[in-house]
């Protein structure tokens, strides 16, 4: 329940109030029980979100019942079919994606983005407890490949982040992170 409570991410607010695009659709990847969803929505974005946990959309189901414009999907990140889309959120789940398939997820992202889109989201750095972690399969970046990762992209911010610190669930671990917002390039 702590993390229904939550508001959106104030990356998310920043990404919105950078917009430059007419269009107002948006993908919230991981999109957990819905504190970005939710404010998209307010935002006035036609929303796809998708997570891979049942329960997390069993109450983004209930929350957004009457609003036609939130699309909820049970999918992850290789399995899941982009829209087109002006604003990509990927707060705290991109690096859940599966290694092996870390790539191709980015290609349909990129494609999936309009030109002038965003994408905003956190990337793992390799020094995050995580990647070594038998726990969690993660995909990291080193800041190159961070780089040649947004090599299409105008990177707006990009913060990192490489200390200790509290996971959702209140577990302390060390936190090796780029939290970025990037607007397409063409």
Known sequence: AR????????L????????SLPTRVAIDCGCGTGRDTRYL?????????FDKEAKALDICRKRF???PEAQLYKEQFEQFCYPQASLIVANA???????????MVWERITHALLPGGLFCGDLLGINDSWVKSPHHQVTAFTRTHLDA?????DI?????????????MGKTKHWHTYTVIARKQG
Do not use: K
């Not at 998310?12 to 917009?19: G, I």
């Not at 911010?157 to 509290?166: I, L, P, V, Y």
């Open 41 to 49: 929505l307010e935002q006035g974005f036609q929303v796809h979100a």
């Open 12 to 19: 998310t607010a920043q990404a919105v109030a950078l917009m």
């Open 93 to 103: 789940s991109l690096f859940f994606c599966d290694p092996a398939y870390f790539d």
């Open 3 to 10: 993390v229904i409570t939550q508001p959106h991410r104030p």
């Open 149 to 153: 990762l947004f090599q299409n992209f």
């Open 65 to 67: 019942a009457d609003n």
């Open 156 to 168: 707006l911010d990009c913060t990192e982040r490489n200390e200790e610190g509290e996971t959702a």
